[in-house]
């Protein structure tokens, strides 16, 4: 069974560029959730999307924002990128909602703003 | 405002030693406490996880203990071995959501 993969595993972008990163979760399964994860603040919730719905959001500016799709594929965009947004976004899946399912996690995209 | 407080940030221990990693949290709301391994490069993968209203789960040489009235959890790590070294992250999930709270990890680094 495939895991969590999460495209391109590395990026770089200049100031005030846009970027947009794509997870495509194991199969089966309809939650997916983002996380920013960086050396000074860890592991940060973005935002959480279930049957293409966003079902919670996290304290983060309004330049980031996500979709996912009616195959449960989500895709995340940063809009005017800062030299701040450099982090190893990482992409989330689960079967459903509820605290007792397992979240698998990808192995992360690699953003550098320079 | 870190509402998942991880101690310590680091931790050597010597094969075959036992690793104890702390966490502490404030919100009642917390409902799901998984912990997680992270290994340069990798994504977390979930180790082992506890409901509050158990108070010890084991998995082979991972143990969790919980103390729900402290607010308090802890990860043991039995007959440390080099393979365990990688960084931990407590993580509390917040009920009637999917967001995952993670304390800031600890590095296990485990000498043969």
């Known amino acids: 069974k495939a895991g969590v993969t999460q495209t391109p595993r590395y990026l770089i972008k200049t100031r005030g560029q846009q970027v947009t990163l794509s997870c495509s979760p194991i199969?089966?399964?309809?939650?997916v959730s983002w996380y920013q994860q960086t050396p000074g603040q860890g592991l940060q919730f973005l935002f959480e999307?279930?049957?293409?719905?966003?079902?919670n959001k996290g304290n983060f500016p309004g330049r980031f924002s996500g979709r996912q799709f009616s195959n449960s594929r989500s895709e995340m965009n940063v809009s005017t990128l800062e030299l701040g947004d450099s982090a190893l976004y990482l992409c989330?899946?689960?079967f459903g909602p509820g605290k007792g399912t397992e979240a698998f996690f990808g192995q992360g995209t690699r953003l550098t703003v320079v | 405002q870190q509402q998942v407080k991880q101690s310590p940030q680091s931790l050597i221990v010597q094969k075959g030693g036992i690793s104890i990693i702390n966490c502490a949290y404030e919100?009642?709301?917390?409902?799901?406490f998984p912990w997680y391994q992270q290994f340069p490069g990798k994504g977390p993968a979930l180790l082992i996880a506890?409901?509050?209203?158990?108070s010890e789960k084991k998995e082979g040489r991972f143990t969790i203990s919980f103390n729900k009235s402290a607010k308090q959890f802890s990860l043991h790590i039995m007959d440390s071995q080099p393979g365990d070294s990688a960084t931990y992250f407590c993580?509390?999930?917040?009920?009637?959501?999917?967001?995952?709270?993670f304390g800031k990890g600890m590095k296990l680094t485990v000498n043969p």
């Open positions: 989330a899946s689960k």
């Open positions: 199969s089966g399964h309809r939650s």
């Open positions: 999307y279930f049957s293409e719905t966003q079902r």
């Open positions: 919100n009642t709301a917390f409902d799901y």
């Open positions: 506890i409901r509050p209203d158990v």
């Open positions: 993580a509390a999930h917040q009920g009637g959501s999917e967001k995952l709270v």
